[in-house]
C-alpha cells in the first residue's frame, strides 16, 4: 500500500522503516497531519527515563533540531511515496538510507529541560527548498502552551 492512501494520522512505527533511525531513536510518536509543503508531528518520547540523547538526566530544548529532522525525513518520504518518484539525486523510490543534518540556521529555543514538560511535543516542518539530495525546512516544536524551539534545518540525504 502506497502511503498516500493512508489517513493523516499515521504512527511513526510505519513511517519509522522510511527513515535512517529505529528503536528507541524514532522520536516521533505518529503524523498528525502533512500535505504536499508541511509535516504536523507528535510525540511523548522526551518523556521516556531511557531517551537516547539524555545526559545526566538532561534532555535539552537543543534536541528538538533532531525530531525535527526526523519530521522532515518523515515529510520527505510522505512525498517521494505519493508521488511514486524518488527525492531529486536518490535513485530509488521511498525513504531516506542516510541523511546528514548540515546546516540549523536561526534557531531559538527555551532553556528549557524537556524531559520536565508534560504535554506532548508538536513538531512542524514546512518544505522550503530543494536540490539534488538537499531538502531545507522552517520548524517550530511546541507544546499546546509554549513555544520551545524554532529555527531551519537543512539536511543531505544519501543514495
Request: glycine share 4%; proline share 4%; net charge negative.
Amino acid at each position: 500500500m502506497f502511503l498516500a492512501e493512508l489517513p493523516q494520522q499515521i504512527e511513526a512505527s510505519i513511517l519509522a522503516q522510511y527513515i535512517p533511525h529505529s528503536g528507541p531513536m524514532v522520536l516521533l510518536d505518529r503524523v498528525e497531519e502533512w500535505d504536499e509543503n508541511r509535516i504536523l508531528c507528535i510525540s511523548s518520547t522526551h518523556q521516556r527515563e531511557a531517551h537516547p540523547l539524555r545526559i545526566d538526566n538532561f534532555l535539552s530544548a537543543i534536541h528538538t533540531v533532531e525530531y525535527a529532522a526526523q519530521a522532515a525525513s518523515f515529510h520527505c518520504a510522505l512525498m517521494s511515496l505519493k508521488y511514486h518518484r524518488p527525492v531529486e539525486g536518490i535513485d530509488r523510490l521511498g525513504g531516506i538510507s542516510s541523511a546528514y543534518l548540515v546546516v540549523v540556521r536561526d534557531f531559538d529555543f527555551m532553556d528549557v529541560d524537556l524531559a520536565a514538560v508534560k504535554e506532548k511535543l508538536i513538531i512542524a516542518a514546512e518544505h522550503k527548498e530543494s536540490g539534488p539530495r538537499l531538502l531545507k525546512y522552517d520548524f517550530n516544536a511546541t507544546t499546546s502552551s509554549a513555544t520551545l524551539a524554532s529555527g531551519q534545518i537543512t539536511l543531505v540525504v544519501e543514495r
